[in-house]
């Protein structure tokens, strides 16, 4: 359950939409690291697996970039702005479900940014440490992409 205000402060996601727990560095430009939420407030929990289903790996590897990309606006003194997931190259996920209860550590770092776009290598590394799951993704952010936050961002109606 996301109760991070770092969270609301830094992603364009409001809940049930944001699907961290935590942050846990946005200190060094270019990557974030953070928890994923595997808990039973989820909005994608589903009881039957236990947690949340693999398939949610890829938007905790998107809301990371995102809260990469949110402290770096903040660093510019700007208010994050919504983009949107444009692909992945590639994508392993060595697991079936987050388990609820463990420990998930999603990390992106970027690889390359322009002025819209950018990519970054993404992992999930569960209890132990081990990768449970990798991708390479990249997004692109209009020039008319609103401001998170302030406008509600996504989740509660604010889509």
């Known amino acids: 359950m996301n109760t991070d205000p770092e969270l609301n402060e830094l992603l364009p996601h409001r809940p049930p939409m944001t699907l961290l727990a935590k942050v846990i560095d946005v200190n060094t430009p ?59 190259r590639r994508m392993d996920v060595k697991v079936a479900a987050f388990v609820k209860g463990e420990r998930y550590v999603v990390t992106a770092r970027r690889t390359f940014a322009d002025d819209r776009s950018a990519a970054f290598d993404c992992r999930i590394d569960g209890p132990g440490g081990d990768m449970v799951a990798e991708a390479s993704l990249s997004a692109y952010r209009p020039p008319d992409a609103a401001d998170g936050p302030a406008e509600g961002g996504y989740g509660e109606g604010g889509e």
Do not use: H, I, W
């Open 30 to 88: 270019g990557v974030a690291v953070a928890l994923a939420d595997t808990s039973p407030e989820s909005v994608f929990y589903d009881a039957e697996v236990g947690g949340v289903p693999a398939c949610v790996a890829l938007e905790y590897m998107a809301q990371t970039m995102a809260l990469a990309v949110g402290a770096e606006c903040r660093r510019n003194g700007e208010r994050p702005k919504a983009g949107f997931v444009l692909g992945t």
